[in-house]
T-cell receptor
Framework: DAGVIQSPRHEVTEMGQEVTLRCKPISGHNSLFWYRQTMMRGLELLIYFNNNVPIDDSGMPEDRFSAKMPNASFSTLKIQPSEPRDSAVYFC??????????????FGPGTRLLVL | KNQVEQSPQSLIILEGKNCTLQCNYTVSPFSNLRWYKQDTGRGPVSLTIMTFSENTKSNGRYTATLDADTKQSSLHITASQLSDSASYICVVSAGTYKYIFGTGTRLKVLA
């Protein structure tokens, strides 16, 4: 398996523009997570899907952020409009049966976003 | 407030030496504690997962300990290698789907 796939790997955009980050989880996994990582705040869980349904989006910073999972093999995280403070590395992770004590999350390589 | 604190923030050691990273947490309820290794420019990779009843878990040269009474965990690296240079992140799960992350310890192993 190729692991969790994210695209693009790098994104540079101007403030106010729409940004869409994409993720393909590991085949067979039924849980998908979106994280944001910055130097100041470390890793933060933004939203979590189970069987394509959003379970907990309490980590989404504000209404400018939205995430979808139309099917088991694809998810998007959208920021509209983007702001400089959104600059961070965004990770997607997937697992089988999240919530179990022993479940392991597999992270993608991340998308490095810079908003000018 | 649920918190995970890691120490030291950064650490430099010579190749072949051992080191221990610390993680203190105030998380309730406690479900499990994980240690991740994150290489520069890559996503985190799981090293160990421990539940309340486990106090030691090993993964090769990595050994994690958990003291649920004092709410402390440590990650011990034996005979360090250059490839151990990375950030190590402690994550505590406060029940289903609730993850509290430490800010990590940056380890640099020198030849």
């Amino acid at each position: 398996d190729a692991g969790v796939i994210q695209s693009p790997r790098h994104e540079v955009t101007e403030m106010g523009q729409e940004v869409t980050l994409r993720c393909k989880p590991i085949s067979g996994h039924n849980s998908l997570f979106w994280y944001r990582q910055t130097m100041m705040r470390g890793l933060e869980l933004l939203i979590y899907f189970n069987n394509n349904v959003p379970i907990d989006d309490s980590g989404m910073p504000e209404d400018r952020f939205s995430a979808k999972m139309p099917n088991a093999s694809f998810s998007t995280l959208k920021i509209q409009p983007s702001e400089p403070r959104d600059s961070a590395v965004y990770f997607c992770a997937s697992s089988f049966e999240a919530g179990l004590a022993e479940e392991t999350q597999y992270f993608g390589p991340g998308t490095r976003l810079l908003v000018l | 407030k649920n918190q995970v604190e890691q120490s030291p923030q950064s650490l430099i050691i010579l190749e072949g030496k051992n080191c221990t990273l610390q993680c203190n947490y105030t998380v309730s309820p406690f479900s499990n504690l994980r240690w991740y290794k994150q290489d520069t420019g890559r996503g985190p990779v799981s090293l160990t997962i421990m539940t309340f009843s486990e106090n030691t878990k090993s993964n090769g040269r990595y050994t994690a300990t958990l003291d649920a009474d004092t709410k402390q965990s440590s990650l011990h690296i034996t005979a360090s290698q250059l490839s151990d240079s990375a950030s190590y992140i402690c994550v505590v799960s406060a029940g289903t789907y609730k993850y509290i992350f430490g800010t990590g310890t940056r380890l640099k192993v020198l030849a």
